[in-house]
């Protein structure tokens, strides 16, 4: 099973935020699959800019 964290919390960033942006995540993996980074980091970003304003970067990576 893949473990999904969030590695680097800038300050600012509550932590309502970091599981609101975990759910996100969740929800995008549900829907396009673990394999499928870039959608699945392009939803997050959408869901960031849209709730917190544009200014996101969303970075996924292998361990």
């Known amino acids: 099973m893949v473990k999904w964290e969030i590695e680097i919390q800038a300050s ?11 759910s996100t ?23 960031l800019n849209g709730a917190y304003g544009e200014y996101w970067s969303v970075t996924i990576g292998d361990v």
């Open 12 to 22: 600012g960033i509550t932590d309502i935020m970091r599981i609101n942006i975990l």
């Open 25 to 47: 995540l969740n929800t995008s993996i549900d829907t396009h699959g673990s394999s499928n980074k870039y959608e699945v980091a392009k939803d997050v970003v959408n869901w």
